[in-house]
């Protein structure tokens, strides 16, 4: 049976023939992978791999929004402290 691999190292959607599958695990050239880890995640079609992918890339996104407003937010601060001491120091 095909199914479709994420996060291989050659492609981002990976077509690949598996031998036998269980509800959490399948297996390929006699070896058992977890239908879904860290590293990849096996689906049924191609469409739900793809939409995998999106779906993590937009979570690492808004991830990376968050942290760089956090970021902006506190060299504002840091600014804005600066230029009071800087202030205080002139006097």
Do not use: P
Request: hydrophobic share 25%; with cysteine; glycine share 6%.
């Amino acid at each position: 049976m095909i199914k479709y691999r994420t996060g291989g190292y050659q492609k981002e959607i990976e077509k690949v023939e598996v031998e036998k599958e269980s509800e959490k695990s399948v297996w390929i050239n006699g070896r058992s992978h977890l239908k879904r880890s860290s590293c990849k995640n096996y689906f049924d079609t191609f469409e739900q791999a793809k939409k995998h992918l999106v779906t993590n890339g937009q979570k690492h996104i808004t991830l990376c929004e968050g942290r760089l407003e956090y970021a902006q937010e506190k060299q504002a601060e840091l600014l804005a402290k600066l230029e009071v001491e800087e202030k205080e120091n002139e006097n």
